[in-house]
């Protein structure tokens, strides 16, 4: 990325020999985004991030097919970038089906089914959640879909990286991914549009990404998605492994060493990197204060919108009233944690649930 931010610092739209140094940068990222997930590289949209991608994918099937149909059908799960896209288009006159999921996060495939209509365009199913790591049966809903033929998207910025994906293998047509969420720079991300498949675009401008997403592209952060990419096609596996480890004895500690604890999110079909607790009689937000001040980075169910004070949407369909929305945690573990790591989690979680739980208003002492 510094190369590309120093000495190759031409406009890839430029014929000269500055400008082709920079496209042919783009064009291998393109290449590498695209062979970590089963696609064709002019299959692949670069974005500025994964919101982008989701507005994209979203209002551009929207636009494109609305002669069509008005109808799309998601589920109260999703990122508000999904989510809040779907609201500006019920404004618009679309109508929008938001799917309940069990108490795992999970979306059913004949949830899916009974939702479809004559007039349905799109159906809009995350594969991961970014709060619960839950892994949605985006195969079957395919199936579903496909059998009525209605194409399908999928915000994957949580799985990409962290699962194994192959878009042929999926069948969606449309497949959201970010490069913050793979080890790569915050500001860029990519849209994956099966060949054929029209979308209109939502920024108007030159002709850049076939005339999908206009501006002048982000060739440093472009560079660096793809260099995520390549390293996460090496590497996924054996990470996955070893985080997926890490997770379990961080959970399972959590679990035997505090009273009143329990997980959310599916117990096994989750993405290997998440661990979501709720610890009931305590603040998420007090939590993590204390966790922050000896050093660990978590999240709590109700910070996620930062500054907001309702609990989690995510949560809270799942059935979690909102006491126990609002005592929950989210801590994520990546390449670079180590078992000492954990450890460590585990010995300064349950003194800190401890006194809150004595000060607490909440009712039970621990
Ligand atoms: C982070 C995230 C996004 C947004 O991606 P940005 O690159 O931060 O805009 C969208 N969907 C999910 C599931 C996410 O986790």
New binding site residues.
Partial sequence: MVRYMTEIYGNPSSVHAFGRMARKGVEEARESVAALIGASPGEIIFTS????A?NLAIKGIAESLSHKGKHIVTSKVE?H?VLHTCEYLEKKGFSVTYLPVDKYGSVSASDVEAALRDDTILVSV?MAN?EVGTIQPIAEIVQVAKSRGVLVHT?A??AVGAVRIDVEELGVDLL?L????IYGP?GV?ALYVRKGVKILPVAHGGGHERGKRAGTENVPGIVGLGKAAELAKEEMDSSSEKIKHLRDKLIEGILSRIEHSRLNGHPTNRLPNNVNVSIEYVEGEAMLLSLDQQGVAASSGSACTSGSLEPSHVLTAMGLSHEVAHGSLRMTLGRQNTEEDVDYVLSVLPPIVERLRNMSPLGKRG
């Fill in positions: 991030g994964g919101t982008e989701d990122h970038a995350m970014n915000d910025v949580q959201s970010s490069g913050h969420k915050k991300g």
